[in-house]
């Protein structure tokens, strides 16, 4: 928690409950300590596809498939959602719930099974283009994911990258840092130098829930 944990907890108390059925799932989730997006990722996720009312969303990493079914609750009915996962244990449960009919939405849903780059790329090759892109995927590999993320979000689009702050850590010394946590370490400080100094993108760095980038395109 990177945020005073009272002052969270009052912000969350907050916001409107989730739709029953995916208040169910959320808590299958944490009864099975399965990582799903934060309350505090939900508020800025809603609020940014409320905003933007996207057509085309582009999610990198599916996970169980809460945080797509999350973003067609709070999108039109001509919306469409693409998200790609690659982990067979992940993927077993993400076409479940991708297909329980609990959830209204989720004809707007697409699974792509595969590794995050190879899709990207095939999805850029493609001339597939998004308006929303959500990244919450293997942290490590978010500098790998941008340039081809570059050139599937549309100008004016938005790019919402989750996880980035490492529970705080990001701001530490890589000397302070365990040796096999080094490189997602600096991989990291190097992606949130990177979107925050393009001149294709405005960011701006939320410290909630584990850190969020909200990046718009420019040009």
Do not use: W
């Not at 799932?25 to 505090?40: D, G, M, Q, T, Y």
């Not at 999108?75 to 469409?80: G, Q």
């Amino acid at each position: 928690m990177i945020s005073n944990e009272r002052i969270t907890a009052y912000i969350n108390s907050l916001d409107a409950e989730l739709p029953s059925q995916l208040l169910a799932l959320e808590r299958e989730a944490l009864k099975e300590s399965v990582p799903i997006i934060k309350k505090e990722t939900q508020g800025v996720l809603k609020f940014f596809l409320k905003l933007k009312n996207p057509k085309r969303i582009l999610e990198v990493g599916t996970a169980i498939g809460f945080s797509a079914l999350f973003m067609s609750e709070y999108t039109e009915a001509d919306c469409s959602i693409t998200t790609i996962e690659k982990v067979p244990m992940r993927l077993v449960v993400a076409e479940k719930n991708l297909a329980d009919e609990r959830f209204p939405g989720r004809d707007k849903i697409k699974l792509i099974k595969g590794e995050a780059l190879n899709v990207l790329k095939e999805l850029a090759d493609a001339g597939e283009k998004y308006d929303f892109i959500f990244l919450d995927a293997a942290k490590a590999q978010y500098m790998s994911f941008l340039p081809e993320l570059m050139r599937l979000l549309m100008i004016g689009g938005i790019l919402i990258t989750d996880n980035v702050l490492q529970d705080g850590t990001v701001i530490n010394s890589r000397y302070s840092i365990t040796r096999r946590d080094r490189t997602i370490h600096s991989r990291m400080r190097e992606y949130l130098y990177t979107i925050s100094h393009m001149d294709e993108l405005q960011t701006m760095i939320l410290p909630v829930g584990d850190g969020i980038a909200v990046s718009c395109r420019l040009k």
